[in-house]
């Protein structure tokens, strides 16, 4: 089974993740493209639950597709393991590009978006792999009530004090964010991972023998009830970006659940398809469009210049400075900056996908 949808939405994430990270480091940003310091959910703050989503949508498929084709559970158990070291390992990589300054590597931060994607997926896969939906389900329930009620033995409002930051400390030592905790810590990464699994989840429905629309509507009313669920549950537990909190997982699997639903009613369903083209360029080369514009990111902030009163700068402030806040407001400065780098990953992509070029892991 493939699904045109599933790309785009793939591609409208990967999109909202090189806006929210190209204007990371300016004075202004609009609000929902910047991530919540700690409580709350902006609309950068879904964006990444969004693509762990159809991480677990996906996964389903390649599976049913690789056992359609003779694989063995064992050789599905291998190519997992296998998928999310690679994975790791490119996130790693591009913690410590470009190499410089010196405590780059000597202070490498070992946590990451890459990390965290491959950890929640290897986690998600095996503990699928010889399950049946409702065992999921119970996988599912089961660890987010415990993560809760682990976590509530801790203090949940300085960030410093919570168990997720202890074990990372502990763990890791310096080599988390420089601010000693990390958004993208070891513990918080377990709630993620059902994010995948809920994905998981919604790839067996959608695969099902009912119409397509039939699918969709179930989708749809999953996704509310997720928005629900997390709504009431963060009255107790407040929604968390940077703990992955229980309530948070629910809300944002959710909200993901429902986007899902709504690309496959306007791509597969009604087949207005021509609109997702430039997202079908980026959904269709994730890993490429990624770990490029991170690559460039990370160049951008560490190459120093000069700038025109003498003083040294990063060339991403220097952009910034001589061809975007001189004419627009900080806002739309900062916005125009990050879009322009969007269409420049677009026009980077296109030639590859036009040849059918595609980085895979």
């Known amino acids: 089974m493939r699904l045109k949808s599933l790309d785009i939405f793939r591609g409208i994430t990967i999109i909202a993740m090189i806006l929210v990270n ?3 480091d300016f004075p202004a940003i609009y609000p929902p493209l910047a991530h919540s310091y700690w409580e709350g959910c902006t609309l950068a703050d879904t964006v990444f639950p969004c693509f762990l989503f159809i991480v677990g949508v996906t996964l389903h ?5 690789r056992r359609a084709r003779g694989a063995t559970d064992g050789e599905l158990a291998r190519q997992i ?3 999310g070291a690679i994975f790791i390992l490119i996130g790693l990589f591009l913690s410590a590009f470009p190499f410089f300054p010196e405590d780059r590597l000597t202070q490498l931060r070992i946590p990451g978006v890459l990390q965290r994607i491959g950890a929640a997926y290897m986690l998600a896969a095996l503990l699928s792999l010889r399950t049946t939906a409702r065992q999921q389900a119970v996988i599912i329930a089961t660890t987010l009530i415990g993560y ?20 990372d400390r502990y763990l890791l030592g310096a080599h988390i964010a420089r601010k000693g905790w990390d958004a993208m810590g070891i513990l918080a990464t377990v709630p993620a991972a059902m994010t995948v699994m809920l994905g998981n989840l919604a790839g067996r429905w959608l695969c099902g023998a009912s119409e397509l629309r039939t699918r969709v509507a179930g989708l749809l009313a999953a996704g509310a009830g997720g928005i629900a669920l997390g709504l009431l549950w963060g009255q107790r537990f407040a929604w968390n970006r940077s703990l992955y909190s229980s309530s948070f997982a629910l809300f944002t699997a959710g909200v993901a659940a429902l986007a899902t639903a709504a690309c496959v009613w306007i791509v ?3 087949r207005w398809q021509r609109w997702g083209a430039p997202f079908l360029i980026f959904g269709a080369n994730p890993i490429a469009a990624y770990a490029g514009s991170t690559m460039m990111i990370h160049l951008l902030y560490y190459v120093n210049t000069t700038g025109d009163d003498g003083a040294t700068m990063s060339v991403n402030n220097l952009l910034y400075t001589r061809l975007f806040a001189p004419w627009l407001s900080p806002l739309n400065a900062s916005l125009a900056f990050a879009l322009t780098a969007v269409s420049l990953w677009l026009a980077l992509l296109y030639p590859l996908h036009r040849r059918g070029i595609f980085l895979k892991v």
């Open 22 to 24: 190209f204007q990371g």
């Open 61 to 65: 498929i390649s599976m049913s597709g």
């Open 81 to 83: 393991v296998r998928r």
């Open 148 to 167: 809760w009620l682990i976590l509530q033995r801790y203090p949940l409002d300085d960030p410093h004090q919570t168990l997720a930051a202890r074990v």
């Open 268 to 270: 597969d369903v009604k």
